[in-house]
């Protein structure tokens, strides 16, 4: 069975930083591309970053683009987002998923995480 464990998350303000992880079991961790979503209230859920299989190559929306980071630890199987300069249109519920193939569209993704709420205040 496929689990993803999220942790971290908050309430910040403006410009500062948050570290969101995601501990993967009941797959082979490295054979996977991994990624982060976002949903904010009365929105659709959106990609925001993601990695592929053994951390080949990164994406990021543009919108954050330069002030987050998608890294992988192999060794603990927990993927990352590294968020700084926060930003109030930041401010939403962060999912980790997995899927074979790497994909911006969440539509294609079956395993998610249970979701942690990021707010930046200004």
């Known amino acids: 069975q496929v689990q993803l464990v999220q942790s971290g998350g908050g309430s910040v303000q403006t410009g500062d930083s948050l570290k969101l992880s995601c501990v993967v079991s009941?797959?082979?961790?490295?054979?996977?591309?991994m990624a982060w979503f976002r949903q904010a209230p009365g929105q659709e859920r959106e990609f925001v970053a993601g990695i592929q299989r053994y951390g080949l190559n990164t994406y990021y929306a543009d919108s954050v683009k330069g002030r987050f980071t998608i890294y992988r630890n192999p060794n603990k199987n927990t993927l990352y987002l590294q968020m700084d300069s926060l930003r109030p249109e930041d401010t939403a519920v962060y999912y980790c998923?997995?899927?074979?193939?790497?994909?911006?569209?969440?539509?294609?993704?079956?395993?998610w995480g249970q979701g942690t709420q990021v707010t930046v205040s200004s």
């Open positions: 009941g797959l082979s961790f490295t054979n996977y591309a």
């Open positions: 998923s997995t899927r074979y193939e790497m994909s911006a569209l969440a539509e294609n993704y079956d395993h």
